[in-house]
């Protein structure tokens, strides 16, 4: 015969660890969506990007998980919205990650929101000392017809590599 009320405490015992276990695990939980994510893109399989976003969901503060899911929405030029949402979310806890916020760029200039995407490319390409992301955010600042703004940027990223073809040929361009 069943004795309820020893049931009733086993299931509550149960509920409890579990209860307490769940915030120790999400992040590896989220990992481990993070690297099936890997796997499908890998494959070439569209539901990559349902398990990153399912893990940033999991665990927002995850960098990772929102780094691959606002690459991997550039990649596929959709759900680019909620690719910067994610990613503003994210930056918001983590400011200084330099690779989310080149992917929020990346996305941000797909959808023509130049003048936010050249921010963001010149933000990241200053603090990793980037030439490319520098470049970026002088083209965008061209567009935006601000030859003052594109001439800074440009000038720095040629103190950073002089060698870097693309940024000499800009700078003998506009001068």
């Given amino acids: 015969m069943i004795d309820l009320r020893s049931s009733l405490r086993r299931f509550f015992v149960a509920a409890a660890a579990l209860a307490l276990a769940f915030p120790l695990l999400r992040p590896a939980i989220s990992e481990a969506l993070v690297s099936r994510g890997d796997a499908l893109l890998y494959a070439r399989d569209g539901r990559a990007m349902e398990k990153y976003h399912e893990a940033w969901l999991l665990d927002r503060g995850s960098s990772d998980a929102a780094d691959r899911y606002v690459f991997a929405a550039f990649l596929a030029r959709r759900e ?94 506009i001068e």
């Fill in 80 to 173: 680019l919205e909620s690719a910067v949402d994610v990613a503003t979310a994210t930056l918001t806890v983590r400011p200084r990650d330099v690779r989310l916020r080149m992917d929020r760029a990346l996305c941000l200039h797909v959808l023509g929101r130049i003048a936010a995407a050249s921010r963001d490319f010149e933000q990241a390409g200053r603090e990793a000392r980037d030439v490319q992301a520098l470049a970026l955010a002088a083209d965008d600042a061209m567009k935006l017809h601000e030859l003052r703004r594109t001439r800074t940027l440009l000038s720095l990223a040629h103190r950073i590599d002089p060698g870097y073809l693309p940024v000499a040929r800009a700078l003998r361009r």
